[in-house]
């Protein structure tokens, strides 16, 4: 069922955690809210699953208004950080116990819980304690639990965050093709950037109470609408300047950039955004409308790239990233001198006082 | 296998010694209680002149001696119900509510033990006098219930301080009203605690004299009854009660280690 929020506000005392939320997740999406700690998503994650409640503004499920409903009206799964499995229950009976909430007979309470921890592979591990599972079986039991009574809404907060990296990218991808599967419309909380690129239908960016952007993963990604946006999410080079007439801007201490895009208004404070990858170095750079030529002070070998970190002359600082080969040699040696360049397409402009 | 025995530390050495002092000191009374509860002689001296269970049979045969241990046995059950029914729910505001003056009523909990009991008697005797609740036994079990309740709420409390709180918000989240939450998911897992608790109220009240003292009147508890024992006729009864006694907080606290294991933590796994 689709969840919307209209003019969600929640303050605590002189502190807004909440100013102004607005937002709609369709039937069957996965929208992710990205966020640093302190940027409100908690709360907000609090306020839909009915354990806060907003000062101004309205929360509906689908043509219910939920607003000041109590957690348990309104047939919402959630995933916890830390899972909060009961430890005196067997895993079956956590499963079971939304089920005996609603009162479902105990016939079909059996047969449900079956497929609930068939779906996420742990059918033999009914009669076990939590504490006798390992993290991602524990995750698992977490996630049988909330979709086992069909909610109308799965909420998941920071699900991951405990797993180690390997296990956590194996269980993304299973939260992923269970959600597809049965089409459950989805609240994905996380500061992790990187998880909500994954996993993500749509990304909701927040920043101080407040929804900065939300759009496509490729969207927020590569056309970020705020500073903020393009600085937390992915690795960027922000180029702080006035934008010039003719789809240019000037940029000090770096000179005249030239940029595909134009529409803006001349003499307009503009950032210019440049990922990593977009740049290019040494003999790669050569015909490329932005030059210029840069000192390597680092580089960062990562298996499938390395990352260099370099001083161009008038003492800016740029991040590129260059895909690596197994069998090439390090194309580049800290110290040495490069010629850099990027194309004016791959600037994107983020144009001061626009939101 | 063979193993390396580590040298003895000088420091392990004292320690075994104090140690063993200690728990001699704990278990001398013991050792004398229970030869003159099967003394031959009719009066207590140690070591006994020979063995006979005769002053657990006079215990058994007086009548008066039965009854006050049954009145004991149902005023420590009345203080048990009332401090938990009290107890547990006031841990609760204790730890989870922030309203003002919270923090102080959490210290003030503790005023009962600090405050004389014989004070607490004479207060309690003009009250209950006006009552007319002196000589009843759910009288003195609720007077024990005020001296029982701060032990009951600083193991509750202490309890419910280190509980996952996101427990009972998750079961809330899954459909559970408060109240369901708390009693499926929260208390089952303060089991250690609660039963801790149970007990301490059961002994508070069980052997309890003064204020049994002040408020029974003619119909004794156990302690007045051996009081009275020992003020007018000194005969071994004392030290097979006192066996019996002993025996009895042996089984409660052999029943509350069996189930108050560590429900969450330390558990045996299969």
Not at chain 1, 149 to 175: C, I, S, T, Y
Not at chain 1, 183 to 190: E, G
């Amino acid at each position: 069922m689709d969840l919307t929020l209209r003019g969600v506000v929640r303050r605590f005392g002189a502190v807004t955690a909440l100013a102004g939320v607005d937002l709609n997740v369709a039937e069957g999406e996965l929208l992710t809210i990205l966020g640093p700690s302190g940027s409100g998503k908690t709360t907000l994650l609090k306020i839909v699953a009915g354990f806060e409640f907003p000062d101004e503004g309205s929360v509906r499920l689908g043509a219910t208004d939920v607003t000041m409903s109590p957690p348990r009206s309104r047939d919402v799964g959630m995933v916890f950080q830390n899972y909060a499995l009961f430890p005196h229950l067997t895993v079956a009976q956590n499963v079971s116990f939304p089920l005996e909430m609603r009162h479902v007979p105990k016939a079909e309470r059996q047969r449900r819980v079956a497929e609930a921890l068939a779906l996420v592979e742990l059918a033999e591990y009914g009669e076990r304690l939590p504490r006798q599972l390992s993290g991602g079986q524990q995750q698992r039991v977490a996630l049988a639990r909330a979709i086992v009574f069909n909610p109308r809404l799965l909420l998941l907060d920071e699900p991951f965050g405990a797993l180690d990296r390997k296990l956590r990218e194996v269980m993304q991808l299973e939260v992923r093709r269970l959600q597809r599967r049965l089409k459950l419309t989805t609240l994905f909380i996380t500061h992790d950037q990187e998880e909500a690129l994954i996993l993500s239908d749509r990304i909701a960016v927040m920043n101080a109470g407040r929804i900065e952007q939300i759009g496509l993963p490729g969207d927020v990604y590569a056309r970020p609408t705020t500073r903020f946006v393009a600085d937390f999410v992915g690795e960027s080079n922000l180029l702080e300047g006035t934008l010039l007439d003719a789809g240019a801007a000037e940029v000090p201490r770096f000179g005249r950039v030239a940029l595909a895009a134009d529409g803006a208004q001349p003499g307009t404070r503009a950032t210019l955004l440049v990922r990593p990858e977009a740049l290019r170095v040494g003999a790669d750079a050569a015909g490329l409308a932005n030059r210029a030529t840069g000192r390597i002070v680092e580089t960062v070998f990562l298996g499938l790239s390395v990352k260099l970190r370099m001083a161009l002359e008038g003492g800016l600082e740029l991040l590129a990233r260059l895909p690596l080969r197994p069998s090439e040699p390090l194309p580049v040696a800290e110290g040495e001198e490069v010629p850099i360049g990027f194309s004016p397409e791959d600037v994107h402009v983020i144009a001061h006082g626009a939101r | 296998m063979p193993r390396a025995r580590r040298p003895a530390q000088p420091g392990r050495v004292v320690l075994t010694i104090v140690a063993s002092l200690v728990f001699a000191f704990l278990m001398l009374p013991l050792v004398v209680v229970f030869p003159i509860s099967v003394s031959s002689a009719a009066y207590l001296q140690f070591p006994p002149p020979g063995f006979s269970w005769q002053w657990y049979e006079r215990f058994l045969d007086d009548p008066t001696w039965v009854e006050s241990a049954i009145r004991s046995f149902k005023v420590a059950l009345l203080c048990t119900a009332l401090s938990m029914g009290l107890g547990v729910p006031l841990s609760f505001a204790l730890v989870r509510s922030r309203l003002w003056g919270m923090r102080l009523a959490d210290k003030l909990v503790a005023a009962p033990i600090i405050v004389p009991n014989i004070i607490l008697s004479i207060a309690i005797y003009s009250l209950f006098s006006r009552l007319q609740l002196i000589g009843a036994w759910y009288g003195i079990a609720v007077a024990h219930t005020i001296l029982a309740l701060p032990f009951v709420v600083i193991l509750v409390s202490a309890g419910l301080r280190t509980f996952d709180e996101a427990q009972e918000q998750a079961a809330m989240g899954l459909g559970a009203s408060w109240g369901v939450a708390v009693w499926r998911i929260t208390l089952p897992q303060l089991r250690p605690s609660l039963i801790a608790a149970g007990f301490l109220a059961f002994v508070t009240s069980f052997d309890e004299l003064v204020i049994a003292m002040f408020l029974s009147g003619a119909s004794m508890t156990l302690p007045k009854k051996m009081f009275d024992n020992i003020m007018l006729e000194i005969d071994p009864t004392i030290a097979a009660v006192s066996v019996m006694q002993i025996v009895l907080a042996c089984i409660c606290l052999g029943a509350a280690a069996l189930f108050g294991r560590g429900v969450v933590p330390g558990a045996a796994t299969k």
